[in-house]
């Protein structure tokens, strides 16, 4: 009796072949705003954000676009202005204007007919998704990992003691690194070290005037909103991620064990529920083409 072969069935994994492309989009100020985007061939498309003085070739980035792509959902990934191969100089604080270029490369997709299905930011990008979610009702679901809830904490980590004194006497405060491994954090050093930005009283304030715990009320209730953030972060304690939890209507909290600011060695368990949330909007509630008028 010959063997018999097994027959196929949907629940087998079919390796989808997906493509990467470098997309250069012009935002709102003349600036280009470089992509890659992970096309799969769908025309839903989940568009990924990076954090403070990042890119998008940060791991969490790379590594979200590819478990997305593995199944049949194109990403984009791109830089900021003023970050990575983006045009622009870089500014500390620049929440809005970075929100403005979300906009932009959304705006730029729906031209291209695609549909937005989810907003993934990972730390300040994080912050930059809840701030567009605040603003725009056209997208589904958003994602924010790590994001800052207390955007008034962690600045003298960077910028060292009496940084306000400072910064309103001399104008600006220079941040040069004194990083040792990993994400070890930037602080301030006035003789020592390599320059990385110019932080102006204008950018500073750009920050402690952003507030988040109004831009979380701003959310739609119908907008579905994930934060997930590491036990283990020692730049975002986990705490943040608890507020979010307490004022966002919509929302989902889970907390990966052991795991640090850039989910270092929990890379799979960050794709698996990021890729749940995103998965678990009804396919048949997405509208084609053009942005809607409500996160449904």
């Known amino acids: 009796m010959s063997p018999t072969r097994p027959s196929s069935t949907h629940h087998e994994r079919v390796d989808i072949p997906v493509v990467q492309q470098r997309v250069v ?3 709102r100020h003349g600036e280009k705003l470089v992509g890659i985007s992970h096309e799969t061939g769908s025309k839903e498309l989940v568009i990924l954000c990076h954090g403070f003085q990042s890119s998008k070739e940060r ?11 593995k199944e049949g959902i194109s990403a984009f990934r791109f830089d900021f202005a003023g970050n990575g191969e983006s045009e622009g100089l870089f500014q500390y604080g620049n929440y809005h204007r970075d929100a403005d270029d979300l906009r932009d490369v959304v705006q730029h997709f729906y031209g291209e007919k695609r ?9 300040k990008g994080g912050n930059v998704v809840l701030l567009y979610a605040s603003k725009y009702n056209d997208v589904h679901t958003i994602v924010n990992i790590s994001g800052r809830f207390y955007l008034e904490r962690g600045i003298e980590d960077r910028l ?11 104008g600006f405060i220079d941040v040069k690194n004194k990083r040792v491994y990993g994400y070890k954090l930037q602080k301030i050093a006035l003789t020592k ?5 110019r932080v102006t009283e204008e950018s500073l304030m750009d ?3 952003n507030d988040t715990h109004a831009t979380c009320l701003l959310i739609q209730k119908d907008c579905r909103v994930l934060t997930v953030h590491g036990s283990r972060d020692e730049l975002v304690p986990v705490e943040d991620a608890l507020a979010f939890a307490k004022i966002i209507h919509n929302h989902k909290l889970h907390i990966v064990e ?3 600011h850039e989910f270092t060695s929990h890379q799979a368990e960050l794709a698996s529920v990021v890729l749940d949330f995103v998965r678990s909007y009804p396919p048949s509630s997405i509208m084609a083409g053009k942005s809607t008028h409500s996160c449904l």
């Open 25 to 27: 989009i012009n935002n």
């Open 115 to 123: 549909v937005i299905i989810a907003l993934v930011g990972h730390s």
């Open 193 to 197: 070290g390599k320059f990385q930005y």
């Open 258 to 260: 052991g795991a640090d």
């Open 160 to 170: 060292g003691q009496d940084f306000l004194q400072r910064i309103k006497q001399n």
């Open 59 to 69: 791991i969490p980035m790379v590594n979200l676009a590819a478990a997305f792509g």
């Open 207 to 209: 920050r402690l005037t």
